[in-house]
């Protein structure tokens, strides 16, 4: 009591014998944050700073009217400043000390194309191609856009920007982490128009950056220009200048300098009427194959399409027919393609050092010959599975050749794959066309009550293994496994077989084990086992959907805990038809079971119809929760028709994008592609 009444003696005090009181919610606030001031006076207060500003914006420029409460607003850089507040006869000041965020948003996300018109292309790395209705943005990423194009950007929180045109635009931070949201983009050129989805969280962020001011947001509709200039059309926006000046500019106003802002001068509706409810697409235009996967790749006699190296995109335009020669195969062709948006073709393969040279078109893209127990062959990666495909399963690098040797006797097999590829003849230039080096060997044996059986090892190795490619940047990555596994025929065509595996990363390593029993019934090819592993292990970790989990920056890491799972499914080969069906996952909750559907359906020549194909592929890490595609769902659907025989053909293909379905035009690309 005699505390309360001491504080109520104090504030009549101040309010009996000084005129101006200015009392702070805090004296240190997160760079970029408001910070709450009660400022008490009988006259108009007038503000003296060097640093940050004042919400509302008439606080800089108009004073402080009376007794108010106010929000100053921290510039982005670490730093203090001492805030003058004075009246016609007194003055006070208080130190504010400007703090970097204490929480940082550390995965990394990415952004899609919603919807883009006319000529737009992305770079990555150092290279430019064309953009498509299914690129996937990443941090580092530069978009383009020509004359009369724009593209609009769709982030993993809902909020868009569209790129109008004639602008430029770097992402230099895309991330998003259990609602927590971080996306500064640099607008090098140009203008934008953002619609932000409100953030909730107060550690998110929204920023776009030009030379002379970086516009900031909490969820908003606005505008901005490369000069600096920003329109807010609803909520508001927070103008930071480049010398830590700070004004904000509310709903239906618009500045372009540390000055009063006006009112906007441009209707919404400008940006708004080019918006596309679809996106748009040239007819020529070739689906982007980042987020497909397959299972028999070949090389069509003609393609034409985006191929992705790494982190690089190449539209490649080949004619590539294939030749018997008694026992050997060799494909033989034109290749060029296109690495920036200017449109130059190069010749030959794609590579860092690309060729004018008109004699590098002329391209090996397979050969193939099996003599005595060798079977050789160079061309694009077919699907691999070592040992019982408890680690390595059904691997390959869509887009990539590589070199697979295999020596198969009855008494033992070998077989290595070099992942290399010639990519110009002169001069002779070979490549790394993958990270992944795979190799196998076992021993065949027939011993008294035991019957056939073989007994081998198989070595994956990734040789650009990093946390760099993981949902988590901190954990340990998988850089490779080594298994030894033993099978045993039970009776004709159906085996029985064991796998004990150990995984491999940065001063880590973890072990598994599968057992199993593999059957073949006609056309029909039977799985089904279960496996157990320590902390640390990842089942079937180099599978067909690796390369894209690590284009991605998605790899799992080696900090899953204990568990054991199962492995069911077939796959079957007809005349008419081919594809496989398998679920795997822990047993201790069946509803984390993945599901992995393909199929490939031929239509015969009946008459004047020339047939027709139809393939599918389906990829789902929760297919027992929720509707039957969403977000964790990677799948497509491609109805291809020949134009010309089995050497040119066309078609659609419909890709799930985890939220709707979208359509495009493939011409001369291999079915499984």
Do not use: C
């Not at 014998?17 to 805090?26: E, M, R």
């Not at 002379?212 to 908003?220: E, F, L, P, Q």
């Not at 004619?319 to 062709?333: C, N, Q, S």
């Not at 799930?656 to 379905?661: F, L, N, P, S």
């Amino acid at each position: 009591m005699k505390k309360i009444l001491f504080l109520l003696i104090v504030l009549f005090s101040i309010s009996i014998f000084a005129s101006l009181t200015v009392i702070p919610d805090a004296t240190v606030v997160e760079v970029g944050s408001p910070l709450g001031i009660k400022v008490i006076s009988d006259k108009t207060v007038f503000v003296e700073f060097s640093l940050g500003g004042f919400e509302p914006a008439d606080v800089v420029f108009d004073g402080i009217a009376g007794d108010s409460y106010v929000y100053y607003i921290a510039p982005l850089i670490e730093a203090s400043d001492t805030l003058i507040f004075k009246t016609s006869n007194e003055s006070t000041s208080i130190t504010i000390y400007f703090v970097k965020s204490s929480e940082e948003v550390k995965n990394k996300s990415f952004a899609k194309v919603k919807s883009f018109s006319g000529h737009v292309a992305i770079k990555k790395g150092d290279l430019w191609n064309s953009i498509t209705s299914e690129t996937v943005i990443e941090e580092g990423d530069e978009i383009l856009t020509m004359e009369n194009s724009f593209v609009e950007v769709e982030f993993e929180d809902g909020s868009v920007s569209k790129i109008l045109e004639n602008s430029q635009v770097l992402f230099e931070r895309i991330r998003y982490d259990k609602g927590v949201v971080d996306i500064v983009m640099d607008l090098k050129k140009g203008k934008s128009y953002n619609i932000v989805q409100k953030l909730l969280n107060k550690f998110s962020k929204f920023r776009i950056k030009t030379e002379s001011v970086t516009a900031g947001v909490r969820g908003t509709r606005f505008a901005v220009f490369e000069n600096g200039k920003i329109l807010t059309y609803e909520g508001s926006v927070f103008a930071y200048f480049s010398d830590g000046k700070v004004l904000p500019v509310k709903e239906g106003y618009a500045l372009e300098s540390f000055e009063k802002p006006k009112k906007v001068d441009i209707p919404e509706e400008e940006f708004v009427k080019v918006m596309p409810e679809k996106p748009t697409t040239k007819k020529e235009e070739v689906k982007e194959k980042e987020k497909t996967t397959s299972i028999q790749p070949s090389v069509p006699p003609v393609s034409v399409g985006p191929v992705r190296k790494g982190n690089d995109y190449y539209m490649v335009y080949s004619i590539a027919p294939e030749f018997d020669f008694g026992l050997v195969r060799v494909g033989v062709g034109f290749t060029a393609y296109s690495t920036d948006v200017s449109g130059n073709l190069y010749y030959g393969l794609p590579s860092d050092n690309p060729s004018t040279n008109i004699i590098n078109g002329l391209t090996l893209n397979s050969l193939a010959f099996k003599i005595f127990n060798v079977d050789f062959r160079y061309g694009n990666m077919l699907p691999k599975s070592l040992g019982l495909g408890f680690t390595t399963r059904n691997y390959y690098n869509p887009f990539s050749k590589s070199f697979d040797i295999e020596y198969d006797s009855d008494k033992f097999l070998l077989y290595a794959r070099l992942p290399y590829e010639l990519s110009k003849i002169y001069p002779i230039e070979f490549l790394t066309s993958d990270s992944i080096f795979l190799a196998e060997a076992s021993i065949k044996f027939n011993l008294p009550f035991i019957g056939e059986s073989s007994i081998g090892v198989g070595v994956t190795i990734d040789t650009q293994a990093s946390s760099a490619f993981l949902e988590d940047i901190s954990a340990t990555p998988v850089e490779s496994a080594y298994s030894l596994f033993l099978k045993k025929e039970i009776f004709k065509n159906f085996d029985f077989g064991i796998e004990l595996s150990v995984e491999n990363g940065l001063n880590d390593y973890s072990l598994g084990s599968f057992a199993g029993f593999y059957g073949n019934f006609s056309f029909v090819n039977l799985t089904a086992g279960i496996y157990y592993y320590l902390d640390g292990f990842v089942p079937f970790y180099f599978n067909n959907n690796y390369s894209y989990l690590k284009s991605t920056n998605k790899l799992p890491a080696m900090d899953s805990k204990s568990s054991s799972g199962y492995l069911s499914g077939f796959d079957f080969d007809t005349s008419f038809a081919k594809g496989k069906l398998y679920l795997y996952g822990t047993l201790t909750n069946f509803s984390s079971s993945t599901l992995e559907g393909q199929i490939e359906i031929s239509i015969p020549q009946i008459g004047t119809f020339s047939g027709l194909s139809i393939a599918g592929y389906y990829f789902d890490k929760t297919p027992f929760e929720g509707s039957l595609f969403s977000l964790d769902t990677t799948s497509y659907l491609k109805i291809i028709y020949p134009l010309a025989g089995e050497s040119f053909s066309a078609g659609v293909i419909f890709m799930w994008d985890g939220e709707k379905w979208n359509e495009n035009v493939i011409i001369g690309v291999d079915l499984w592609r």
